[in-house]
C-alpha cells in the first residue's frame, strides 16, 4: 500500500523559504507522478505543483500564481519529492498535501482526481 509522509511544515516569516519533503514507500516511485496541493483553512483546496514521473518525462507544472516562487524537484533514489518555497508570503499559510498518482489522466495534471493517493498534510503558517 503506497504511504505519503510529508515533512518540513512550520512556523516562518514571511520573505523566508521553506522546503517541503514528501517520502513515498509502498509502491514504485519512479512510476508515479507527485504533486503538492494546499488548502487554506476556510478555503477549497488547491493545486500547488506536480511533476511527472521520469519515465514521463519529468515536467513541472505550478499554479500560475506561485510559479515564480516555488519549485517541485523530486530525487528517485531517495523516493522522495520537494517543494521548495521562496520569498513565502502570510497568503501561502495552508496545510500542504503530498500527491501521488498513476495511470491515465483523464482531465488535467492539476486536477485532484490525477491523484490516487494523498499524505496526511503538514502545516505551514506564515507569520511576523
Known amino acids: 500500500q503506497v504511504q505519503l509522509v510529508e515533512s518540513g511544515g512550520g512556523l516562518v516569516q514571511p520573505g523566508d523559504s521553506l522546503r517541503l519533503s514528501c517520502a513515498l514507500s509502498?509502491?514504485?516511485?519512479?512510476?508515479?507522478?507527485t504533486g503538492w496541493f494546499r488548502q487554506a483553512s476556510g478555503k477549497e483546496r488547491e493545486f500547488v505543483a506536480a511533476?511527472?514521473?521520469?519515465?514521463?518525462?519529468?515536467?513541472?507544472y505550478y499554479a500560475d500564481s506561485l510559479k515564480d516562487r516555488f519549485t517541485i524537484s523530486r530525487e528517485n533514489a531517495k523516493n522522495t519529492v520537494y517543494l521548495q518555497m521562496n520569498n513565502v508570503k502570510p497568503e501561502d499559510t495552508a496545510v500542504y498535501y503530498c500527491?501521488?498518482?498513476?495511470?491515465?489522466?483523464?482531465?488535467?495534471?492539476?486536477?485532484?482526481?490525477?491523484?490516487?493517493?494523498w499524505g496526511q498534510g503538514t502545516q505551514v503558517t506564515v507569520s511576523s
Open positions: 509502498g509502491g514504485s516511485f519512479h512510476h508515479y507522478r
Open positions: 511533476i511527472r514521473s521520469r519515465s514521463s518525462g519529468g515536467r513541472a
Open positions: 500527491v501521488a498518482g498513476a495511470g491515465i489522466i483523464l482531465n488535467s495534471i492539476r486536477d485532484a482526481a490525477a491523484y490516487q493517493h
